[in-house]
């Protein structure tokens, strides 16, 4: 085979769209994650109050979750190449100026804009692999595409906190603004839409998608399976975003241990939420016949478990032993957001609206998420730990439920016929000559 026919063939340009996807996505969280880092630093410089910097933190959460549900629809009727491109710079050019800012209202009213910047990643770039990876194929791809987040996060912080020990706080926005730029120019010029200008599956032409958001989100829940992994994806993000919330402030009360040792060993709840994402995809696709919920049910039917231990054990034992349920409980739960995000969107095939479910499914995440910081932190003071437990534990039962009604449907058609294939058909532009870059492929 000659260089050309190499590098050209569809197996290199599928691990070429994988890999800059990985890339982009984990690329997204410099330029989220890493206000974080720099608060303690802008209370510092300007004596903000924590109900002040909260409140910063709030707005771009919120504005992030709504932009789901916008940029998820738009992303099933543009370039996600260009659209995504675009974000990027803008997100870019925003953490530029914010970390140009001294003024409170002005960073408050940058970073909320920022929220929707962020917002243009995750729903057309499933889009994008749903055009590269038959539906057959989701499984390995959600167990290693759904680690890039938790990579993502860990380096952002890593390297705001950097900047910030060597140039100051504004580093901590500045830096991440070049390296967007790059990360931009690397998506552009490296990915394309769909392998060919005319066909996008295996066996027939997509349909160009149509209708207002509104109409797009009715369809979407005309959808049986749809409906159950909405209702899993509010009730795990209750799970998953109060533990990441909650963790250290568990370990540092219950393991009476300083705040900064615990802090430092809850890094290992992100760790094992990726290697929960990974099982995830991997049970999925050797055990259960590329099917969700039975491995949704089982992930749950955990969590319950390591609930129930840290109810009996609660106070009694090592903070060893509670680091250990935490992190039985943060595999599970992000096991559970890995296939209600990446590999449910993905079963819909090339010509399914992905884009409009993957965003409307991380909008319906976040909402859970927002929820648990509140509802944990009242349980907390009305009863103590012990409703939460009990509440973190009737949360997953009531999801092992779901998925376990849920699984007894059948395999949507996307999965069963058509879209069966595991490398979508060569095309002239995958196998004579390089798709164009301009406009979308």
């Known amino acids: 085979m000659s260089r050309t026919d190499s590098l050209t063939s569809p197996r290199r340009w599928q691990i070429r769209i994988f890999a800059v996807s990985w890339l982009t996505y984990a690329g997204y969280y410099l330029g989220r994650v890493n206000i974080s880092v720099a608060m ?15 409140l910063l933190g709030s707005l771009f959460f919120w504005v992030y979750a709504f932009s789901q549900l916008i940029n ?16 990027l710079l803008l997100s870019a050019g925003l953490n530029a100026l914010a970390g140009s800012l001294s003024t409170y209202g002005l960073l408050v009213l940058v970073w909320a804009i920022n929220g929707w910047a962020q917002a243009t990643g995750w729903g057309p770039m499933m889009r994008t692999l749903s055009r ?9 791809l959600t167990a290693f595409f759904a680690p890039c ?20 706080w504004r580093w901590a ?78 370990l540092m009360e219950q393991g009476n241990l300083p705040l900064t040792t615990a802090a430092l060993i809850a890094v290992a709840l992100p760790i094992a ?77 090339p010509r399914g609206n992905v ?16 929820l648990s910081a509140l509802l944990v932190g009242a349980l907390q003071d009305l009863a103590g730990w012990s409703a939460v437990y009990l509440w973190w534990g009737v949360v997953a039962a009531v999801i092992a439920v779901i998925a376990i009604g849920a699984a007894r449907s059948p395999v949507p058609v996307a999965q069963s016929k058509e879209h069966a294939g595991e490398i979508p058909r060569p095309s002239p532009a995958m196998s004579g000559s390089q798709p164009s870059s301009s406009g979308e492929e």
């Open 40 to 54: 303690p630093a802008l209370q510092e410089s300007f004596g903000w109050s924590r109900a002040a910097l909260g």
């Open 72 to 87: 998820g629809h738009v992303g099933d009727r543009v370039s996600a190449r260009r659209f995504i491109a675009v974000g």
């Open 132 to 140: 590269w990876f038959s539906p057959k194929q989701r499984g390995r």
């Open 149 to 168: 987040y938790v990579v993502g996060n860990a380096f952002a912080w890593m390297l705001a906190g950097w900047m910030i020990a060597v140039g100051g």
């Open 173 to 250: 926005f500045w830096g991440p603004a070049i390296l967007l730029v790059a990360i931009a120019g690397m998506w552009f010029w490296g990915v394309r839409d769909r392998p060919t200008s005319s066909v996008s599956s295996p066996n027939e032409a997509e349909p160009a998608a149509n209708g207002s958001i509104w109409q797009g989100l009715i369809a979407l829940w005309q959808r049986p399976a749809m409906r159950s992994a909405l209702a899993i994806c509010l009730l795990s993000g209750m799970i998953k975003d109060g533990l990441t919330l909650w963790g250290p402030t568990y």
């Open 273 to 349: 939420g990726a290697l929960g994402a990974f099982l995830a995809g991997w049970l999925m696709h050797r055990w259960t016949q590329d099917r969700e919920m039975p491995v949704v049910a089982g992930l749950a039917a955990l969590v319950v478990v390591s609930v129930a231990g840290l109810y009996i054990w609660a106070g009694a034992s090592a903070a060893a032993v509670s680091l250990a349920l935490l992190a039985m409980m943060a595999l599970g739960s992000h096991g559970t957001n890995a296939l209600l995000m990446a590999s449910v969107p993905l079963s819909l095939g």
């Open 355 to 370: 884009s409009s479910a993957a965003g409307t499914l991380d909008f319906t995440s976040y909402v859970g998420g927002g």
